[in-house]
């Protein structure tokens, strides 16, 4: 049996005479119908707007205007049959402004949806909007960006933009919107720095905003803003188009476009680059989302017995190895970076994206600008039909070069394993984790002497032991490291980061993290409330010391070259290991290592709460250079200390 006759015979997937007899599921149906122009979608000018839709299996297809987006229709355009599967209409005229959707007419079926390539939309997303993307450039809309040279010399800052600011402390007016974001000069709890302020004085180089494009009603309605409501925003419906939930006025299809890239503006001119959490991976209803409407059977992946693959564990797959899939994503990507100007992508369980794609992607991304940061999920999907050898995962990584893969070797390493609540980690003096540090420590290349990860060049380690997703370290701390004090668990927590933090490849911190934010013991928090999320601005006042010793870690990262190694070959000609007790790690970055100013760095990481003495390499004078605090002696060859927490020793010439 074919697999046409396999899938659920619920769904109408069209006339065969539409297309030949070439079914949507065959192989053949990408060579007669892959499109490769760049107009898809509603192309606007004051005299004339353009639509194109990609829709082979459709019969008959219409452009239907609206006035509003809980209008009637106005009028209904007919679309005239264009190549490849396309169809095409003209409407004279200036249409800024106007709402429109699609409907084709797929076998006996008659669908109508949302332009799967509109750049504005409605309300609650149901209807795109035609719009004059110029009319939407805030008044201050450089080019300019943030001066970055090498992904390790990146650090990552995660946030979510209703979690910023909607502490009723933030002292941010904006609170919960793009604008809250762009607020600078604000103060919270004892005048200290919120917001924008507060990340740029951390020093990192990238925020990463958790998804800020359309997401499902279901998810957060942007009718009902009055009324409590949360998401993390991982249940996309329009791609093109930013959140409405996060405007000043989710009823203007321009409102979200505008406060948009004022935040982004407001972020380069605080010297922050911006990272956008996409999520290509699966959409929030298979069954509702545009794609099936307008092309049944194409766009997601599906089973021999007709249901969806279902590896993302969100009821389906994107299908991004079909050429029209791939086509979409990389058209997508391109349309943030030229009118957003985004400055990097994580994409959420990039594992179920195909190696291919991502291959393109990394190779679209250097024609236009090398810079842009890529890095995601590179978590092996089981229950995918994709192929293993297929995947996007941390397996086939080798594959896809300069695309960063989240490290959860390390992560685990540090603090425990994610998913069993009472697993300690090495800076909770959990036993015989010191080669899993070691792994995170070189950037999860192959190093030898059995350190090796699935990483064959530092840029493809994230290293990072706390995100949205899970427990925040601190939470995790205290169910696993029962006994101890809320002091040791202060002291644990700064170890971890100072692991991230001065480790080959790209740090990443959680937004809170340097505060030792809590979500209340809550792990899974993507739809709690706003209490269980929302940044603490009282617990960053109280906390100032901890804000401003993971703002030096940031400081000493940028200031050692030697800690952001650009190659493998560097790293294992550099970089060291010493000998070190239980418990503890250490190492040299020697010979001026990736030209620092310093002739040799020695590191310690030291989860030892009792005295430890340590043997030095007999390299020149030792001296102090930072964790002083923990050094009760140093000589030519010995280094006494006590507690928990990083020592740096380092010989200058």
């Known amino acids: 049996m074919s697999v046409q006759k396999e899938i659920d015979i619920a769904i109408d997937y069209g006339d065969p005479e539409v297309t030949g007899g070439v079914s949507v599921f065959d192989p053949a149906f990408d060579e007669k119908y892959n499109y490769d122009g760049d107009d898809l979608g509603a192309a606007y000018t004051p005299e004339m707007t353009v639509f194109r839709l990609w829709a082979p299996t459709a019969s008959e297809a219409l452009v239907v205007l609206y006035a509003s987006w809980n209008s009637e229709p106005e009028q209904e355009v007919k679309m005239t049959r264009g190549r490849k599967g396309t169809w095409v209409a003209e409407k004279p005229g200036d249409l800024h402004g106007v709402y429109y959707t699609f409907k084709v007419r797929i076998g006996s079926d008659v669908n109508e949806a949302v332009d799967p390539y509109a750049k504005a939309v409605g309300v609650n997303g149901d209807r795109g909007v035609v719009v004059d993307l110029r009319r939407t450039d805030p008044e201050h809309w450089t080019a300019a960006k943030p001066a970055f040279t090498s992904p390790v010399d990146a650090v990552i800052y995660e946030v979510h933009i209703r979690d910023l600011s909607i502490h009723p402390?933030?002292?941010?007016?904006?609170?919960?919107?793009?604008?809250?974001?762009?607020?600078?000069?604000?103060?919270?709890?004892?005048?200290?720095?919120?917001?924008?302020?507060?990340?740029?004085?951390?020093?990192?180089?990238h925020v990463q905003l958790l998804p800020v494009f359309d997401y499902s009603t279901?998810?957060?309605?942007?009718?009902?803003?009055?009324?409590?409501?949360?998401?993390?925003?991982?249940?996309?419906?329009?791609?093109?188009?930013?959140?409405?939930?996060?405007?000043?006025?989710?009823?203007?299809?321009?409102?979200?476009?505008?406060?948009?890239?004022?935040?982004?503006?407001?972020?380069?001119?605080?010297?922050?680059?911006?990272?956008?959490?996409?999520?290509?991976?699966?959409?929030?209803?298979?069954?509702?989302?545009?794609f099936t409407k307008l092309v049944p059977g194409?766009?997601?992946?599906?089973?021999?017995?007709?249901?969806?693959?279902?590896?993302?564990?969100?009821?389906?797959?994107?299908?991004?190895?079909?050429?029209?899939?791939?086509?979409?994503?990389?058209?997508?990507?391109?349309?943030?970076?030229?009118?957003?100007?985004?400055?990097?992508?994580?994409?959420?369980?990039?594992g179920l994206l195909d190696v291919d794609t991502m291959k393109e992607i990394r190779r679209r991304m250097d024609e236009i600008d090398p810079s842009i940061l890529l890095i995601g999920e590179g978590w092996n999907m089981e229950g995918s039909v994709l192929p293993n050898e297929r995947r996007a995962h941390q397996g086939n990584a080798w594959r896809f070069p300069g695309v960063g893969h989240f490290n959860d070797g390390i992560r685990d390493a540090v603090k425990g394993s994610n998913f069993e609540e009472k697993s300690r980690?090495?800076?909770?003096?959990?036993?015989?984790?010191?080669?899993?540090?070691?792994?995170?420590?070189?950037?999860?290349?192959?190093?030898?002497?059995?350190?090796?990860?699935?990483?064959?060049?530092?840029?493809?380690?994230?290293?990072?032991?706390?995100?949205?997703?899970?427990?925040?370290?601190?939470?995790?701390?205290?169910?696993?490291?029962?006994?101890?004090?809320?002091?040791?668990?202060?002291?644990?927590?700064?170890?971890?980061?100072?692991?991230?933090?001065?480790?080959?490849?790209?740090?990443?911190?959680?937004?809170?993290?340097?505060?030792?934010?809590?979500?209340?013991?809550?792990?899974?928090?993507?739809k709690s409330p706003v209490e269980i999320n929302r940044l603490d601005w009282a617990r960053c006042a109280e906390r100032q010391n901890d804000v401003l010793y993971v703002a030096s870690l940031i400081r000493l990262r940028k200031s050692h070259p030697a800690f952001r190694l650009r190659t493998a070959e560097e790293i294992r000609k550099h970089l060291r290991f010493e000998p070190a007790p239980p418990l503890a790690v250490a190492y040299t970055l020697r010979d001026h290592a990736g030209g620092d100013p310093d002739r040799h760095l020695y590191v310690l990481y030291n989860a030892n709460p009792e005295p430890v003495t340590l043997e030095l390499p007999d390299l020149g004078a030792w001296e102090v250079h930072y964790g002083g605090e923990f050094v009760q002696g140093l000589a030519q060859r010995s280094l006494n200390v006590r507690g928990v927490g990083m020592v740096v020793l380092h010989v200058t010439d």
Request: proline share 4%; aromatic share 10%.
């Open 169 to 205: 402390e933030s002292g941010i007016r904006h609170k919960g919107l793009y604008l809250g974001l762009a607020e600078a000069g604000t103060k919270g709890p004892d005048g200290i720095p919120t917001g924008l302020d507060h990340i740029a004085g951390l020093g990192v180089t």
């Open 218 to 290: 279901e998810s957060v309605d942007e009718t009902r803003l009055d009324q409590p409501h949360y998401n993390w925003g991982y249940d996309p419906k329009n791609y093109n188009a930013p959140e409405g939930s996060y405007a000043t006025d989710p009823y203007s299809p321009t409102a979200r476009i505008t406060e948009l890239k004022q935040c982004i503006q407001a972020l380069h001119d605080k010297g922050l680059r911006v990272i956008m959490d996409v999520v290509y991976n699966h959409v929030y209803d298979g069954y509702l989302v545009n």
């Open 298 to 350: 194409y766009y997601l992946r599906y089973k021999p017995d007709g249901k969806f693959s279902n590896g993302s564990f969100c009821g389906n797959e994107c299908a991004s190895e079909r050429p029209m899939m791939r086509k979409f994503i990389i058209d997508s990507l391109l349309h943030w970076i030229r009118e957003y100007r985004i400055d990097g992508f994580r994409f959420d369980l990039m």
């Open 425 to 526: 980690g090495f800076v909770s003096q959990g036993s015989g984790l010191e080669d899993g540090i070691k792994r995170g420590i070189v950037g999860g290349i192959r190093y030898g002497e059995g350190i090796e990860q699935f990483a064959r060049e530092p840029v493809q380690s994230v290293n990072y032991v706390e995100c949205h997703d899970n427990h925040t370290l601190w939470d995790k701390l205290a169910l696993s490291a029962e006994g101890a004090s809320a002091e040791q668990r202060r002291h644990m927590h700064r170890l971890a980061s100072a692991i991230v933090l001065t480790s080959q490849g790209i740090p990443f911190i959680h937004a809170g993290q340097e505060f030792m934010r809590t979500k209340n013991g809550v792990e899974n928090s993507y």
